[in-house]
Every structure is written in C-alpha cells, then in structure tokens.
C-alpha cells in the first residue's frame, strides 16, 4: 500500500527546504514528507520524526532511512525530543493516514466494521466505545455538536441511549446502523463522517493538542525557520488561522494569507487530499 503526501509540492515549497537543515515531521504517518525533506537536505541534513500510533511508525520505518530519528512521542513533547535544538522547519499533517483508515479494528472508518476504537495511541486507556457507553445523552450530544457540528446531535443521542441501555455499542457497524435509522439517506454520508469525526477527536483530545503542539512548534524555530500545517476539517483549521495571526508581526509572518488548496489532478490521485487546507508561516 503505497501511502501519498498530501499537498507535498506546496508543503515543500513553504518550507524550502536546504542543505544541511533539520526538519521535524510531527505527524511522521506513512513518512511521505519525511521522504521528501530528506531528498533535499542531503546527508548532512536532518529530519526528526514523531508520531504517537506505534502501528504507524513500524510501517513508516520500512520505508524511510534505517538511521533516520524516529520516536513514538506526542508531538507536544517535541521540545524535549529535539532537546531544545532550534529547527528549520516543521510540518504537520493533521489527517489520520491511509494504513489507519484502512485497519478495521481501528475503528477509524464508517464504511469498515470493526472494533469501536479509535485511539491514535493505542497506549490509551479509553476507547471510544468506552466514551460511548458511560457518557450521558447530553454529554454525547454536546460532542457531536462541538466537534461534528452535527445537526442532528440530540435526536441521534437519545438513540444512541436508548439502545445502550439494552445492549452496549461495541462496533463501528453497530454505531452506524443506529446513526442511519434517524438519518435521511442522503445525508447518510456526512453525517457518519461527522459522528466518527466528533468521537475520535474526543477520544483523542485532538484540538487541545493541536493547541499545545503549535505552541511547542513555535519555541524550537530558528529565526526565518518555516512551519506548514495541514487541516482537514474547520475546527482544526480556525485553530490554526487563529494561531497564526494572534502571534503574525510578534513571533510569526504568515505565508499563506489564504489556505492552499490541492489540485483537481491531486486530489484525483489521492482521494485523502480532497478537503485539506495549508497555511504556513515564519519565525520572526
């Protein structure tokens, strides 16, 4: 299974990567744009992999250069990885990759039956089937509105409810059937994107540490160092726009007044591309 970088050529260019740099990919994935920093650094260069799903890095590892550094940390934590070493650049790809997408007993996708799980770090304690389960009908609405921006939370919670008090929802085809009996077949589809969004973002604790991880990123740039950040979905994405220009003309220039957007011919290549946005900026 080949794993594609999304939006690679624009991600290179923002970074521009030289000779000789070092570079962090926080979320190393299949290590597509490790690989392709790693072309253009040449052998003095550097680039610094992390990623939290072990799953992941075992895959990733095949693919990239055996004495490439690679560690299964949080990148939160990449201050202390790099050990205050100043970068040239880093990237964040915010999408979940290809190979956990496509595991079943990840739990990760609507179309694939399969434990109810979703933890990028497997390391953790509370599936989503776990959340599920315990949470109250309010608690679980408020989580589809928040991070799903579900229309119809409420009306899925309570039969959500409902059918856990007989039985627990253990599976992602469980979770589905129930979503799609208060859902009109044409919304089907958005709506389950939505629901599996909201839960794995919760279960994950995604938007708090994106903020941290933004933060971490900013404090080990060289001046003139470069961060790209790809997002996947709005609430990601106003972090991001927000972040930047909280800190444009104090600590960061932004690059990227606008996101970028892939191409009809990448996104025709890779179907992961198709809602991503880029912005970037450099450390003043």
Avoid: W
């Amino acid at each position: 299974m080949m794993h594609i970088p999304v939006l690679v050529d624009k991600v290179l260019e923002i970074l521009a990567p030289k000779e000789g740099g070092v570079y962090v990919d926080a979320t190393l994935g299949g290590g597509g744009h490790s690989l392709a920093l790693l072309e253009r650094i040449g052998e003095n260069g550097k680039v610094i992999g992390l990623d939290k799903d072990g799953a992941t890095i075992a895959i990733a590892k095949k693919r990239l250069p055996s004495g490439m550094e690679i560690y299964r940390e949080d990148f939160v934590n990449m201050k202390d990885v790099v050990k205050n070493e100043k970068v040239d650049g880093i990237i964040f790809d915010l999408g979940l990759s290809s190979f956990q997408l496509e595991d079943r007993n990840r739990g990760f996708s609507y179309t694939l039956d399969g434990p109810l799980d979703m933890r990028i770090d497997t390391n953790l304690t509370t599936k989503a089937s776990d959340s599920l389960n315990r949470l109250s009908e309010e608690e679980i609405a408020d989580i589809f509105k928040k991070f799903g921006e579900e229309r119809n939370a409420r009306k899925i919670a309570k039969l959500l409810d409902e059918r856990k008090k007989k039985k627990p929802i253990l599976t992602t085809g469980e979770l589905v059937s129930i979503i799609k009996r208060v859902t009109p077949r044409r919304r089907h589809r958005k709506t389950l994107a939505r629901i599996f969004q909201s839960l794995r973002i919760y279960v994950n604790d995604e938007l708090n540490t994106l903020e941290k991880g933004l933060k971490e990123a900013v404090e080990i740039l060289k001046v003139e160092g470069r961060l790209c950040v790809i997002s996947y979905h709005s609430l990601e994405d106003r972090i991001v726009k927000n972040f930047f220009r909280e800190l444009d003309g104090k600590k960061l220039r932004i690059l990227t007044p606008k996101p970028l957007r892939p191409t009809r011919d990448e996104i025709e290549r890779n179907r992961r591309s198709r809602s991503a946005k880029l912005r970037g900026a450099e450390r003043l």
